[in-house]
C-alpha cells in the first residue's frame, strides 16, 4: 500500500503556531505532525509517500532531507502555485502514486492509533472503489451512508444545504463524520474528470453514482482532529497517550 499525506493545507486555525512554519511542522508533545504521521504510517509497512506542499514548502523539504527521507520513499508534490484543495491534490499527484497497490490517504493534523491492517482488510474485502474512515460525531457536515454503508450524499447541518449521489435519498441512512483517512483504488486516479481545485468529497459523491465508495465506521481508536489552537492541550495529551499504548 502507498500513502499521500496532505500536507499543504495553511494552518490559519493554527495561528500563531503557523506564523513562521507550516502546520505540517508544529509540533505536538516535542514531535511535528508530519513526522508523527510518517512514523504512523512506516509503523504498518508502508514504505512510499506523497507528501503535498503549499506553505512554507522549503521548510517541509528541508526536514524530510534531515531526516534522511525517514528510510523510505518519500516525495513531493508541489503545489506552491496553488492550492488544489484535496481531490485536486491527488490529481496533480496521479503519476507519483500510480500503480497497482492501494493507496492511503491522511490529512497531516490527524491523531490516531487506528489499524491500517484493519481499514485495508476491510476495502478489501468489499472490493469498495474507495473506504472511508467516519464516526458517529458532532459535526456541521456529514457524509450520508445507506444501510449497507454505501455513501449516498452529504449535508451540512448548519446551512441545511445537501448534495444526493443519485435521484434520491434511500429511505433509511444515518449520517457520519468524515476521519481525514481513506483508502482508495488506483482505478479511482483514471476516473478523475475534475480539473484544477476542488474536493475530494465531491469526487465521491459523483462516483458513488456507480461505484462502491463504502463507511468504514470508526468508534474504538483514539483519533482526533488537530483544527485549532485551542485544541493544542487536548492534542498533546492525546498523543502521549497514543505513544503509551
Not at 517541509?60 to 534531515?66: A, G, L, R, T
Amino acid at each position: 500500500m502507498k500513502a499521500m499525506i496532505f500536507a499543504a493545507g495553511l494552518g490559519t486555525r493554527l495561528k500563531p503556531l503557523t506564523d513562521n512554519k507550516p502546520k505540517a511542522l508544529v509540533e505536538v508533545d516535542g514531535i511535528s505532525l508530519l513526522e508523527r504521521s510518517i512514523n504512523y504510517l512506516k509503523s504498518h509497512q508502508i514504505t512510499e509517500i506523497v507528501v503535498n506542499t503549499h506553505h512554507f514548502e522549503k521548510q517541509i523539504i528541508e526536514f524530510i532531507q534531515s531526516k534522511s527521507n525517514f528510510g523510505i520513499n518519500i516525495h513531493i508534490s508541489n503545489e506552491t502555485n496553488e492550492l488544489l484543495d484535496t481531490g485536486g491534490a491527488i490529481l496533480k499527484a496521479k503519476n507519483l502514486l500510480s500503480g497497482n497497490e492501494p493507496i492511503l490517504l491522511i490529512n497531516v493534523d490527524i491523531l490516531t492509533n487506528l489499524d491500517l491492517n484493519t481499514l485495508l482488510d476491510y476495502h478489501l474485502k468489499n472490493e469498495a472503489l474507495a473506504s472511508l474512515v467516519v464516526r458517529n460525531r458532532d459535526t456541521s457536515r456529514y457524509l450520508l451512508f445507506d444501510d449497507a454503508k454505501q455513501l449516498v450524499g452529504w449535508k451540512n447541518s448548519k446551512t441545511n444545504e445537501t448534495k444526493i449521489c443519485g435521484n434520491s435519498l434511500p429511505p433509511s441512512f444515518a449520517p457520519y463524520a468524515f476521519s481525514g483517512i481513506q483508502i482508495i483504488q488506483p482505478q479511482l486516479l483514471t476516473q478523475i474528470t475534475e480539473n484544477g481545485k476542488f474536493s475530494i468529497i465531491d469526487l465521491y459523491l459523483r462516483l458513488a453514482k456507480d461505484e462502491k465508495i463504502m463507511a468504514f465506521i470508526d468508534m474504538q481508536s483514539i483519533w482526533m482532529d488537530l483544527g485549532k489552537f485551542e485544541e493544542f492541550e487536548e492534542a498533546e495529551k492525546l498523543a502521549r497517550q497514543i505513544s503509551n499504548n
